[in-house]
T-cell receptor, first 114, second 118 residues
């Protein structure tokens, strides 16, 4: 069984640019959540996708958008990058929606905006 | 909205000692889940232990146990016989059960950096 993978590991972008981060879900998982973890902080929920549709969103502006593909892999897109977008971006997959399902995290992508 | 507070930015203990990490939370929900996650330098979040709010019995996983005080909204993690590999950031997190509407995701505290000294 393959765990959650993310690419790239590290990324450096310039303010105003756009970035795409990728996440491959654990086998059999159809739900993916994205989190932003600023330095010295706990992760913050960005949004969740279930079967290719957005299924909940945290307090992030529309320039943070996502996609989930038929194989349940996912992308996080951030437009018009700001310095404060520098963070570790984590994705977590889970086997569907229920009262509770465990989320399995990937190792994250470290984004630096200069 | 839920909030999770971890008041200990950093703790350091000797190997084999017992350590307790504190967490308080605020919510108006009656049913929810609480978690402790470990984040080692590899950055990957690992679930340590989970507690359902409707269960009075405190959760235990090997050397890890919790003290869940629902009325006080307190959820501490006790690590017994601490090991060098326990060195990591520990995050307390809250989640509402999925109810058919949009998901809210996990709400995390700011974390406690636990250092186990040899």
């Amino acid at each position: 069984e393959t765990g959650v993978t993310q690419s790239p590991t590290h990324l450096i972008k310039t303010r105003g640019q756009q970035v795409t981060l990728r996440c491959s879900s654990q086998s059999g998982h159809n739900t993916v959540s994205w989190y932003q973890q600023a330095l010295g902080q706990g992760p913050q929920f960005i949004f969740q996708y279930y079967r290719e549709e957005e299924n909940g969103r945290g307090n992030f502006p529309p320039r943070f958008s996502g996609l989930q593909f038929p194989n349940y892999s996912s992308e996080l897109n951030v437009n018009a990058l700001e310095l404060d977008d520098s963070a570790l971006y984590l994705c977590a997959s889970s086997p569907g929606r229920s009262l509770y399902v465990e989320q399995y995290f990937g190792p994250g992508t470290r984004l630096t905006v200069t | 909205a839920q909030t999770v507070t971890q008041s200990q930015p950093e703790m350091s203990v000797q190997e084999a000692e017992t350590v307790t990490l504190s967490c308080t939370y605020d919510t108006s929900e009656n049913n929810y889940y609480l978690f402790w996650y470990k984040q080692p330098p590899s950055r990957q979040m690992i679930l340590v232990i989970r507690q359902e709010a409707y269960k009075q019995q405190n959760a235990t996983e090997n050397r890890f146990s919790v003290n869940f005080q629902k009325a006080a909204k307190s959820f501490s993690l006790k690590i017994s016989d601490s090991q060098l590999g326990d060195t990591a950031m520990y995050f307390c997190a809250f989640m509402k059960p999925y109810s058919g509407g949009g998901a809210d995701g996990l709400t995390f505290g700011k974390g406690t950096h636990l250092i186990i000294q040899p």
